[in-house]
């Protein structure tokens, strides 16, 4: 039933239901108080018969958004239809979802599907009904529960899990009572695009995707490998609040502009094909809702934060920092809390580890001010002319000895001794120097 048809049945109810209520209220005027008490009950199971119709206007879409496990989805659109069994066809029973034989089993083994493992048997039914309904887009997949807030909490994590579903925007749920009870409970996808369309849109982000692949050193390390999709996802990507498709993977794979979904639901995707393990991961980044990602590199679990491994669309004017930050490529939770909150609808794995860090991996995190080290580091940098980098200190004791060691008593100038100016950049938050390494 579209829109126009529902506002015409209810203004068509409203008029039928005038007659009744004025007959009541004259009756209610003429006799006692247990007639009146009939006449109320018999007027109440008439309204509880009549179809009614609840509509949940649309949360939008925010770009730096996030999902909590019982609230709505800010990244999705969500509607709900409540209507009384019998009316148009509610009462018509399509049966339940019914799953390819070993459903659960190909999932509980995949490890893509981190947020499905999470749940319990009851739940993973339920999220089955929903991903086999979007893949298919089904409209009015009967679901075996009634409880629209388990739904939107599932839905959350179906998503989460599945980055190909680009062409889910939301849902749309159909709850059907009697006498006011719910007795059934349906789904249907809001999809972006037609059935030709999406299949159309698979076939470019599969081939933009393996031309992203091309030359990932998969021989390497898991290291080398994340580091790779980080890198391509922030050379290719610009980030734009304005950018179409902002919450799905074709934001980046076709449009090359997206935001925080786009670039995390992009590092799973890409991450997924390459058989490493990686999860998308909600929360706050200084105070503004953001997602990010939570990978397996070499055995060890970490923090990967691709957007705001893009600065560049925040130092344009310096051509000093970093194009790449590296401060949240494969951080422990200790370093993350700094800047960023999770609240995450399933639970994660601790990570407390800093062996796959990008400064650990690359020689620059320092645990102590020594200066024949970053000596060491300039020289290298030098011989490969490999221009401007970044040290990272493992607290503000160690960054603030070294910095004074550096500049309020000019000791940089020991360890270039040819040089009458240095260029560099300090981030007492984070911590870190940036250093010409020019000669």
Not at 108 to 117: A, G, I, L, N, T
Not at 204 to 230: H, M, N, W
Not at 304 to 322: K, Q
Not at 375 to 400: H, K, L, M, P, W
Request: contains cysteine; glycine residues 6%.
């Amino acid at each position: 039933m579209n829109s126009v048809r529902k506002k015409k049945r209810v203004r068509r109810l409203q008029k039928i239901l005038h007659v009744p209520l004025l007959l009541c209220l004259l009756v209610s005027l003429l006799t006692g108080c247990a007639v009146q008490d009939e006449i109320r009950q018999k007027w109440d199971k008439f309204c509880d018969d009549a179809v009614r119709y609840i509509f949940f206007g649309d949360t939008g879409k925010n770009g730096a958004g996030g999902v909590s496990g019982n609230s709505g989805n800010p990244f999705y659109k969500e509607e709900k239809e409540v209507t009384e069994e019998g009316a148009d066809g509610a009462d018509e029973d399509s049966g339940e979802a019914e799953f390819p034989e070993g459903s659960f089993e190909k999932l509980e083994e995949d490890e893509r599907s981190y947020c499905f493992s999470k749940l319990n048997t009851e739940q993973k039914k339920i999220y089955l009904e929903i991903y086999n309904c979007f893949l298919n887009m089904d409209d009015d997949t009967r679901l075996s529960t009634l409880d629209s807030e388990a739904v939107d909490m599932i839905f959350n994590l179906v998503m989460m899990d599945h980055p190909e579903l680009f062409f889910v925007d939301g849902y749309r749920t159909t709850e059907t009572t009697r006498d006011g009870v719910p007795i059934k409970l349906e789904i249907t996808g809001k999809y972006n695009v037609s059935k030709e369309v999406r299949k159309m849109k698979e076939k470019e982000i599969e081939s933009a995707a393996k031309a992203a692949l091309k030359d990932c050193p998969t021989d390497g390390s898991e290291y080398d490998q994340v580091r790779y999709v980080f890198q391509w996802i922030i050379d290719h990507t610009d980030y734009s609040l304005d950018a179409p498709d902002n919450q799905n993977i074709s934001s980046v794979f076709l449009n090359g502009r997206s935001v925080c979904q786009g670039y995390s639901m992009a590092t799973k995707y890409l991450l997924d094909r390459l058989g490493i393990f990686c999860t998308v991961v909600y929360g706050t980044a200084d105070g503004e809702s953001h997602s990010w990602n939570l990978v397996r590199m070499d055995g060890t679990e970490c923090y990967v934060d691709t957007t705001w491994g893009d600065s560049s669309y925040r130092t344009e004017d310096n051509e000093l920092a970093p194009q790449v930050n590296y401060n949240y490529f494969g951080c422990n939770e200790e370093i993350l809390r700094r800047t960023h909150a999770i609240n995450n609808p399933v639970s994660l794995p601790e990570c407390t580890a800093l062996d796959e860090y990008y400064y650990v991996k690359e020689g620059l995190y320092f645990t102590s001010a020594d200066l024949k080290r970053l000596n060491a580091i300039f020289e290298y940098r030098q011989s490969q002319e490999e221009g401007n980098f970044t040290i990272r200190c493992a607290d503000s004791g160690v960054y603030q000895e070294l910095s004074t060691e550096l500049f309020d008593d000019r000791k940089i100038f020991e360890i270039l001794p040819d040089s009458d100016r240095v260029k560099y950049i300090r981030d007492d938050r984070e911590n870190t120097m940036t250093f010409s390494a020019e000669d």
